[in-house]
């Protein structure tokens, strides 16, 4: 299952709920790269003019996407546990960095759930959570957005599932 599959299942045909988790996933694996610096050392020149354009269209897309807007009460909330847990993955290591730092995955299956009700959601995370995006394939790979000053995007849906996050950190 690719990245863009589990969107679309995620989002049950709501083009709305697409584009939202479209959104939220981009801004998500930027900002991991972002703070384990897998892509830069510095934010300067082409990086800052990066980090402005993911903010630019994160904050549009928040502001003006009519599925978040429904959802927002019940979306928030899971959108922010998702943050904390990845905040405090930063300070773990192996399984449990995985098992923390995939906690934002959660707001893709809450999407899914408000999609298309418990089946949906079932059917999804039982196929979703085995994703390792650190495996993805090269047309994956050369199918990211590309922005306008050559930069590719970050991948869309990175899942990781770690089946045992051993103790706390």
């Known amino acids: 299952m690719t990245r863009e599959e589990i969107i679309k299942r995620a989002s049950g045909g709501s ?3 697409h584009r939202f988790l479209t959104a939220y996933a981009r801004r998500a694996h930027w900002l991991d790269d972002l703070i384990d610096q897998d892509k830069a ?17 994160w904050i549009t897309e928040i502001a003006t996407n009519a599925f978040f ?3 927002r009460d019940r979306l928030l909330p899971v959108m922010l546990l998702g943050l904390n847990a990845w905040v405090d993955s930063e300070k773990c290591h192996g399984g449990q960095r995985a098992g923390l730092k995939g906690l934002w995955h959660e707001t893709v299956y809450a999407v899914a759930m408000l999609t298309g009700g418990w089946p949906a959601l079932r059917s999804l995370t039982s196929t979703a959570r085995e994703y390792d995006a650190g495996e993805r394939t090269a047309s994956e790979k050369a199918s990211e957005p590309v922005s306008e000053n050559g930069l590719r995007y970050a991948p ?10 051993g103790p706390p950190c």
């Open 15 to 17: 083009t709305e709920a």
């Open 41 to 57: 050392d510095t934010i300067t020149g082409p990086q800052a003019e990066r980090l402005a354009e993911e903010e630019a269209h």
């Open 69 to 71: 807007q429904s959802h």
């Open 156 to 165: 869309t849906l990175p899942l990781t599932h770690s089946p045992t996050h």
